[in-house]
């Protein structure tokens, strides 16, 4: 599996973004796929996931203002961004694991994609 991801950019506190990971491979919409973040001087962590049966998960610190989807007919997870703040500020990255249900450990991901920079102005 390829994935790509894209729609970083700069945006003021309070704004949004979506960020898209298209994956390539026929089998793509078997994986649980999930977004890390790794901010300046910090180690990658889990933002959000979601199954290949459409369950999500999240970390505290995004609950309520990020939503993560998937369109599997487009072979694309989604991660709408909504409220940002200052400390949302990262390297996003999309990533693919086969079997293991919450992957929240980006040591257990199968697949990374190359990352897209968030920037969130104060």
């Known amino acids: 599996v390829q994935l790509q991801a894209s729609g970083g950019g700069l945006v003021q506190a309070g704004g949004s973004l979506r960020l898209s990971c298209a994956a390539s491979?026929?089998?793509?919409?078997?994986?649980?796929m999930a977004w890390f973040r790794q901010a300046p001087g910090k180690e990658r962590a889990f933002v959000a996931a979601i199954s290949w049966a459409y369950s999500t998960l999240y970390v505290d610190s995004v609950k309520g203002r990020f939503t993560i989807s998937r369109d599997n007919a487009k072979n694309t997870v989604y991660l709408q961004m909504d409220n940002l703040k200052s400390e949302d500020t990262a390297v996003y990255y999309c990533a693919a694991e086969r079997n293991n249900w919450p992957p929240i450990n980006p040591n257990g991901m199968d697949y990374w994609g190359k990352g897209t920079l968030v920037t969130v102005s104060s």
């Open positions: 491979g026929r089998t793509s919409s078997t994986y649980h």
